[in-house]
């Protein structure tokens, strides 16, 4: 089981396509972990036990279709931690500890389709929480 990646871990994999850390004990995604890895289009983080998401750690991963953080412990999102993600199609968040999104956290995610927000703590989504996603045809 992984607890710790570190930051020039994917330096040399730049082709990789696919990406499975899935079960491990991973706890925080460190800034830029994956920033080398500009042709990723699959990422699974599930049930780990992630806290936090820095804000650029899914920098550079401009192809990324689908991205699963379900799982995990992940308490809040801020507006910033997915905004390279312009090619997002999939999100998963569900089982989490998500209380608090942030409004814009979703802004830059103009091709998403699916997003994923089943069995967290949420009490409140803003009126314009979707206003940019409007390929969105699954939430739950």
């Known amino acids: ?18 990406v499975e850390l899935n079960f491990n004990y991973l706890n925080k ?13 699959y990422l699974n983080l599930s049930n780990n036990k992630i ?3 820095e804000n650029r750690s899914f920098e550079g991963l401009v192809n990324l279709k689908i991205l699963s ?7 809040f999102l801020n507006e910033a931690v997915f905004r390279n993600l312009i090619n997002l ?29 089943k069995d967290n703590c949420l009490f409140k989504i803003e009126k314009d929480q979707f206003n940019t996603n409007s390929e969105l045809n699954y939430l739950d």
């Open 29 to 41: 995604v460190n800034e830029r972990l994956f920033v080398y890895l500009n042709e990723l289009e």
């Open 69 to 75: 953080l379900s799982f995990n412990k992940i308490k």
């Open 89 to 117: 199609q999939e999100l998963e968040l569900n089982n989490n500890q998500l209380s608090k999104i942030s409004h814009k956290s979703f802004q830059n995610l103009t091709k998403l389709q699916a997003l994923n927000l």
């Open 51 to 53: 806290i936090e998401i």
């Open 1 to 18: 089981k992984i607890n710790i990646i570190e930051n020039e871990t994917f330096n040399y994999f730049r082709k990789v396509k696919k």
